[in-house]
């Protein structure tokens, strides 16, 4: 299997603990070049930890982490476990571009800087080029007239979308998405909403965490249900949502879907 045909992100038989507590007990995700995978489930079935996982922002105890074809190298083992080669950690993560849910925008950066910032100073490019594609961007998300502001002077949804910017001037494989939305009023929700809906129109590689159900179901090629750090059920979204086969997704979907 080449680099170009293997799935740009493949998650194996995963384990994470914090101290005590197991919160992935043997995950198995994959997203394929051009999968939009969503990621469901009650707080605290380990949706943001195994995104954190995939993007070696946490370490795992156990299982694999595989991008493009190459897996993760580790040293030690168990709660002693870390990634043995940081410039594949740095090579991932440039290549695996995460929109948090709280923004994470430098505040004393313009909108414009904060997009151009990581390619310049992380990957090295070309001062010009960045702004030209920094610029792009913000064009895509719906806010090129906010380059020269600061954040505190952007809504929520504006931030969220610069932050979506930022991410995408990386050039990234894949997109993370930990749940972009949750911090949003209502309104401002949808804006952000309708530039992930985008991107999976372009056929972007996205992995998303989301409360979101009816996003979920209309941009996802494939959903998992996380429930108590296991996979309890995954499938395409048109049979997931509408036919659950399981009492513990039937239950989640009805209380998330009348919420």
Request: proline share 4%; net charge negative.
């Amino acid at each position: 299997m080449t680099a170009d045909s293997a799935p740009v992100l493949e998650i194996r038989d995963l384990h994470k603990s914090f101290g005590g507590l197991e919160v992935l007990r043997g995950v198995d995700v994959t997203a394929r070049r051009g999968d939009v995978v969503s990621l469901i489930g009650s707080s605290g079935s380990g949706k943001s930890t195994l995104l954190r996982c995939a993007n070696l922002l946490e370490d795992s105890q156990q299982g694999e982490v595989i991008f493009c074809g190459e897996p993760v190298t580790w040293r030690g083992a168990g709660s002693n476990r870390h990634p043995a080669d940081r410039k594949q950690v740095l090579r991932i993560r440039t290549n695996l571009s995460m929109v948090f849910q709280q923004f994470n925008l430098w505040a004393h950066m313009t909108i414009l800087q904060n997009v151009m910032e990581a390619p310049v100073s992380v990957l090295g490019r070309d001062r010009a080029e960045v702004e030209e594609a920094a610029r792009g961007y913000l064009d895509k998300v719906g806010i090129a007239d906010k380059a020269d502001a600061y954040p505190a002077q952007l809504s929520g949804g504006q931030q969220q979308r610069a932050a979506i910017a930022r991410a995408l001037c990386m050039e990234p494989k894949a997109l993370l998405f930990d749940e972009p939305t949750s911090a949003l009023d209502p309104e401002l929700e949808q804006e952000v909403v309708r530039v992930i809906r985008d991107l999976a129109a372009e056929g972007r590689t996205m992995i998303l965490v989301t409360h979101d159900m009816n996003m979920a179901r209309d941009v996802s090629k494939h959903v998992v249900f996380l429930h108590q750090g296991r996979v309890g059920e995954e499938g395409a979204p048109d049979r997931l949502f509408e036919q659950p086969e399981t009492e513990r997704l039937r239950g989640f979907l009805s209380s998330t879907m009348a919420a």
